[in-house]
């Protein structure tokens, strides 16, 4: 069993940055991907950005190219999304994740943190 811890998240104005994090426990991730998603009130979990624990491929949506970076630092099992220029539309919960092949996909997705809210406001 895996646990995931997120923190970070908060009130910041457009244009803003945050760093939110994810600390792992329990059992060895070294194959797995981890996930960032989020979700806005109303709407679906979607798809934020994902790295490989071991080998460091990131993969990213479109709408947070270029503003947002996903990293891991193995040493303190932590996964970290940076997240700058952010825009109202980025508001929302946002949740850690582990899967065991890389996806876009929430189902693929087998364990999963508590979330953390992100407000920007405009």
């Known amino acids: ?4 811890v997120e923190s970070g998240g ?3 104005q457009a244009g803003g940055s945050l760093r939110l994090s994810c600390v792992v426990s329990g059992r060895t991730l070294s194959s797995y ?4 998603f989020r979700q806005a009130p109303g709407k679906a979990r979607v798809f934020v950005a994902a790295i490989r624990w071991s080998g460091g ?12 970076t996903i990293s891991r630092d193995n040493a303190k ?5 940076q997240m700058n220029s952010l825009k109202p539309e980025d508001t929302a919960v ?3 994740a582990a ?5 876009y996909t929430v189902s693929t997705y087998d364990s ?3 979330g953390t809210q992100v407000t920007v406001s405009s």
Not at 33 to 36: D, E, P, Q, R, V
Not at 77 to 81: A, G, I, K, Q
Not at 99 to 103: A, I, L, N, V
Request: hydrophobic share 35%.
């Open 99 to 103: 899967s065991p092949g890389f996806s």
């Open 112 to 114: 999963w943190g508590q």
């Open 33 to 36: 991907y981890m996930g960032w």
């Open 1 to 4: 069993q895996v646990q995931l």
């Open 10 to 12: 908060g009130l910041v």
């Open 77 to 81: 099992n932590t996964v970290y999304l």
């Open 57 to 68: 491929n990131t993969y990213y949506a479109d709408s947070v190219k270029g503003r947002f």
């Open 94 to 96: 946002y949740y850690c």
